[in-house]
């Protein structure tokens, strides 16, 4: 974008908007969570509640302990409490397609430096944030602060732009350095999302999704598979849903029939290696003359 954007436009608005509903259900979210809550109550609870607040979720809240890393979160009928684990969660709200995100990592595990670690790789590449700065130098910087106390940054996660009704978009911000990156602009929005391991330092597909998206408009004969895609397309648009949002009888068949005729896609639960611990935090910035404004904090 050029430096003639206007920051205080609808669109930006709206960003902010989000931003501030988001703080609200994350803060109410991390209160909630102890050994014994259940991991289905407390995605409920936030989700609902960005509805009451005037938004929408972006995506399913994020529920991943221990090793996971990204795209967790529980079924219909999911009975799983929260035990002394590593827990991130990631939280995304839209006013309009217009997004905010962002992510924390809560722990009762009693692994604080590995916390610390994401965080003050996060605050470091915020305060370095500003027009004209290459997302590569960002990489570097996250990567050296994550390896500094002692941890692998997740080389194959990235933060990443945030478009209308798009909640991963150019320009991708890395975890480490790379050759080559994309010099960011004012009025850029980007979540920077920095991942820290004990493990490897590399993610792999696990076999479980709850997480899906439309990947193209298609048509169906089933009933009930007409009824979920235009629900799809209506509600959440191109934006990732949970298969516990379709208003439809046996979602998981019905999703099964569109991702078999390729309408829609899965999110696999992304972990680390067995054993590892992963933590996580993310916020949103507005890239602005002077450096950036942070929607989510």
């Known amino acids: ?17 989000a931003g501030e509903i988001l703080q609200t259900v994350r803060e109410e979210a ?17 989700e609902s509640r960005i509805r009451e607040l005037g938004g929408k979720p972006a995506f399913p809240m994020n529920v991943c302990i221990d090793e996971e890393a990204a795209h967790g979160t529980p079924s219909a009928d999911d009975s799983s409490t929260f035990g002394e684990e590593m827990i991130n969660i990631d939280i995304g709200v839209h006013v309009d397609g217009w997004i905010a995100d962002s992510a924390v990592t809560v722990d009762l595990s009693g692994n604080d430096e590995l916390v610390e670690a994401s965080a003050a790789a996060l605050d470091t590449a915020i305060e370095m944030a500003e027009p004209g700065i290459d997302t590569s130098v960002l990489g570097d910087v996250i990567g050296r602060t994550i390896e500094g106390y002692g941890y692998n940054p997740i080389v194959n996660l990235t933060g990443h732009g945030l478009g209308h009704y798009e909640q991963h978009t150019s320009p991708n911000i890395p975890n480490k350095k790379v050759p080559q990156g994309v010099t960011l602009e004012v009025g850029d929005v980007v979540a920077i999302e920095p991942f820290a391991t004990d493990g490897r330092g590399k993610v792999t597909e696990g076999n479980e999704e709850e997480i899906f998206a439309l990947e193209t408009e298609g048509s169906v004969r089933n009933r009930q598979a007409r009824q979920a895609l235009e629900q799809i397309t209506e509600e959440f648009r191109t934006l990732p849903f ?4 379709l208003d439809v009888p046996r ?3 019905t ?8 309408i829609v896609h899965g999110y696999p639960i992304l972990k680390e290696k067995r054993g590892s ?7 949103t910035i507005i890239i ?9 904090r």
């Open 1 to 17: 974008m050029s430096s003639d954007v206007d920051l205080d436009s609808e669109q930006y608005e709206k960003h902010r908007e």
């Open 30 to 46: 991390v209160d909630r969570i102890e050994v014994g809550a259940s991991h289905l109550e407390l995605v409920e609870h936030v």
């Open 242 to 245: 949970a298969t516990r949002w």
């Open 251 to 253: 979602a998981e068949m």
């Open 255 to 262: 999703l099964r029939r569109l991702k078999q005729r390729n």
């Open 277 to 283: 611990l992963v933590s996580q935090k993310e916020h």
């Open 288 to 296: 602005t003359e002077n450096g950036c404004e942070v929607t989510t």
